[in-house]
């Protein structure tokens, strides 16, 4: 990658809470100088699912166009039960920036407590980052559309339990068809609400 100190990495996660399904640890990279392309983005969790879709599709234009990189890495329930969230977070951040090709001496631009491995050196954790930094917000989109995209195709092999409405998350219903059905195989069975 030419000239270093000209890019910059966002990093941010989606799907930590859920109880089914994958965690989506999302990474943009950026040329610092086509910073505007993104005026205007919010965090995933302040944007209607349409504004959500349209700036997705905006940054998927805009990777063919060569003017912006993004990654989204999945890790399923299995790892998640087996290793634990600390470890498939770090296990993600790390395969986004080899993905993406980042050079150790990159800006990285992580939010809220995750970290990149300690041979970027030029990393910086940002409690709200996706709030804050425009290029947080765009991994954080990248990573929710992925991620609910994923949800909504489980559904259709899980249907008894709704995952195109709540993602896989805790809601009420949710916790009404396990209690009627039982668990799936993308439940998290390590979670502590989930075990017997």
């Known amino acids: 990658m030419k000239k270093t100190r000209n890019f910059v990495v966002g990093i941010d996660e989606v799907g930590r809470g859920p109880i089914a399904g994958p965690l989506a640890v999302g990474a943009v990279l950026l040329d610092k100088k086509?910073?505007?392309?993104?005026?205007g983005i919010?965090?995933?969790k302040k944007l209607s699912p349409d504004a959500r879709e349209k700036w997705h599709e905006k940054i998927k234009k805009h990777q063919e166009e060569g003017i912006i990189k993004y990654e989204v890495f999945f890790v399923n329930e299995k790892v998640?039960?087996?290793k634990g969230l600390s470890h498939s977070l770090k296990f993600a951040v790390s395969n986004c920036l080899k993905a993406l090709g980042v050079d150790k001496k990159t800006e990285i631009l992580?939010?809220?407590?995750?970290?990149?491995?300690?041979v970027y050196i030029n990393q910086k954790?940002?409690?709200?980052?996706?709030?804050k930094e425009v290029?947080?917000?765009?991994?954080?989109?990248?990573a929710k559309v992925m991620r609910d995209k994923r949800m909504v195709s489980f559904s259709k092999k899980y249907p008894k339990y709704g995952f195109e409405k709540?993602?896989?998350?805790?809601?009420?219903a949710h916790y009404r068809a396990i209690k009627k059905h039982g668990l799936s195989k993308i439940h998290r069975k390590s979670f502590r609400n989930l075990r017997g």
């Open 110 to 118: 992580l939010d809220g407590s995750l970290y990149a491995p300690d």
């Open 166 to 172: 709540h993602k896989g998350y805790g809601t009420k």
């Open 42 to 44: 919010k965090d995933s």
């Open 135 to 142: 290029v947080i917000s765009a991994a954080s989109i990248m």
């Open 125 to 131: 954790t940002i409690i709200k980052g996706d709030e």
């Open 34 to 39: 086509h910073k505007k392309i993104l005026r």
């Open 80 to 82: 998640i039960d087996k």
